[in-house]
């Protein structure tokens, strides 16, 4: 399994990323979409479940 590129980035603090399971919009390289972090720090999206593994950013938490 790939590390997922969010967390690969060292400026990215883990304790900035959303709480496991919490829905947010991703940006990856030729889309967005909703998606949240499973218990292994992987992305997944949340609509038909496919891992995401190239996440570049969080673009919008709900909520906050």
């Known amino acids: 399994m790939r ?3 969010l967390l690969e980035q ?3 603090d883990e304790n900035q990323l959303p709480p ?10 030729n889309f ?3 998606a949240y972090r499973g218990r ?3 992305w997944w999206d949340a ?12 673009i919008y938490r ?3």
Request: charged fraction near 20%; glycine fraction near 8%.
């Open 3 to 5: 590390l997922n590129t």
């Open 10 to 12: 060292p400026e990215i």
């Open 20 to 29: 496991i399971g919490e829905a947010v919009i991703v940006r990856c390289p």
């Open 32 to 34: 967005q979409c909703l």
């Open 40 to 42: 292994t720090n992987q």
């Open 47 to 58: 609509n038909d479940g496919r891992e995401l593994t190239d996440v570049l950013e969080v």
């Open 62 to 64: 709900f909520g906050q």
